[in-house]
């Protein structure tokens, strides 16, 4: 499938749908652009505004350059892929995705990863460590899921839902990462913070013990930094000025 040749739906859909069609991908183009990519076996889904319960997920087959407004595809939790797609999803995706968006309705953005340092602390027994400051910033916000192998059957829904609770950023065992969010600068800066949080820890235990601040430490630096992703004005600012890079470094997503 060539991203390009995908049809622009812009005049078939309202225009709440079309802006959330543009700011999903870019955040495929973030990832692509990160390296945090895994050819097209993660994904991204947004909820569509409105009174409906529908979101948009990426086509399967399609590599996250690719991936543009017109192309995202829009599915029910049931998974009836909707006008106007014309594509079809991955089922493991859309087992995950699902389950949030039906479970947690303050959650727009899920963003599930499969990066080499969210991996490989998704592997360790202790999981994110208070080691850094970028990992205190979202150590509170952490949540764990067991693996259950490739997320294809429905009944593990109630598990990862259970085990996500209120928070916003989880650590699939043995899997991968993920973060929600009620804007897509929310789920994009708490992923930002946990995958790079993940790549310093990876690089610190390559030398030597390590340095583990204490709990009245992790609260306070999480405390600090929690308007990061909670501040309505510096959610718009902060995904404006990130839009411009992705104009800039991958046009093209938003047509």
Known sequence: MDGQSAPNVKDLVSAEEWKARCDLAALYRLVY?????DLFFTHISMRVPGPEEHFLLNPFGLLYEDVTASNLVKVDLEGNVLPPSTYGINPAGFTIHSAIHAARPDVKVALHLHSDAGVAVAAQ???????SQLAMNVY???SYHDYEGIALEADEKVRLVADLGDKNLMILNNHGTLSVGDHPFSAYVRIYL???ACKIQVMAQAGGELIECDQAMQDRVFGQSAEISTNDLFKEIGWAAILDRVRRQSPGFDV
């Open 33 to 37: 652009m990160h390296g945090w990519d």
């Open 140 to 142: 509170n916000d952490v």
């Open 125 to 131: 027994k202790r999981g994110l460590l208070p080691v």
């Open 194 to 196: 946990l995958e790079r």
